[in-house]
């Protein structure tokens, strides 16, 4: 695809792929920001995004960084060029080397798949992006194609298995499936020795709290007056 564009854009899209940058920190992109000697680019961001971040130039960086400022066309300090039709110039280069059509952030997401097939820790990838986590490089950035998750699979394996194993050892049992048993109820107390109370229980009767106080005592006694009187009637 680089082949297939202008110089200062094709040293653009190098860029990209080489520091996972944004569209609009490309645009800011400047000569000064490339340092080769000390292994870093400087991303400058917006006001919405993080300010600044650094990103090192390792492994295939290096060369596309290479590309980049040997064809860049900036001018007054500034890396690029402006691009106006990058999608359409974008799909027309892909067409003529007859690969899939890219976008911008296909580029940038290039970056972070490519770190991932070296197995790089999402975190880490997140952080070469600008991310504030590792969600978004584990569910879009990050993702690898089947034949790097097999290439992967692949290394974490011995180079021969043993003669002698015996698979089935390791292997689980469905012929005696699991029962969960409930826990059997303890019968014995919780409460020591003595602590027990009586089978009566410890509420008194209700009769037992009661006062009488002196208006009730007034009316029990207007009541018997009562009871006589009709009965000498």
């Not at 596309?64 to 799909?91: C, K, S, Y």
């Not at 798949?113 to 879009?140: A, F, N, Y």
Request: charged share 30%; proline share 6%.
């Amino acid at each position: 695809m680089l082949a297939q564009l202008e110089p200062d854009r094709a040293a653009r899209a190098a860029f990209i792929l080489a520091t996972g940058a944004r569209w609009g920190e490309s645009d800011r992109a400047r000569v000064s920001d490339v340092d080769m000697a000390r292994q870093l680019v400087l991303l400058r961001g917006t006001k919405t995004k993080t300010s600044e971040r650094f990103v090192p130039i390792v492994g295939f960086s290096e060369t596309l960084l290479e590309h980049a400022l040997e064809h860049h066309e900036g001018e007054g300090g500034l890396l690029f060029r402006a691009w106006g039709n990058v999608r359409r110039d974008l799909a027309a280069a892909c067409a003529r080397a007859g690969i899939p059509s890219c976008t911008p952030n296909d580029l940038r997401r290039t970056f972070g798949t490519w770190w991932r097939q070296h197995e790089v820790e999402p975190h880490l990838i997140g952080s070469l992006l600008g991310h504030e986590d590792s969600r978004m490089v584990e569910r879009v950035y990050g993702r690898m194609p089947v034949q790097s998750l097999a290439r992967a699979l692949e290394r974490r394996l011995p180079p021969e298995p043993e003669p002698s194993t015996d698979c089935s050892t390791c292997a689980a049992d469905s012929s005696k499936p699991e029962r969960h048993r409930r826990p059997r109820r303890r019968t014995e107390s919780a409460f020591p020795e003595g602590f027990m109370v009586s089978g009566d229980g410890i509420e008194p009767r209700t009769r037992g709290f009661s006062v009488p106080s002196s208006q009730s005592a007034t009316r029990t006694r207007t009541h018997r007056r009562l009871e006589v009187m009709l009965a000498k009637n």
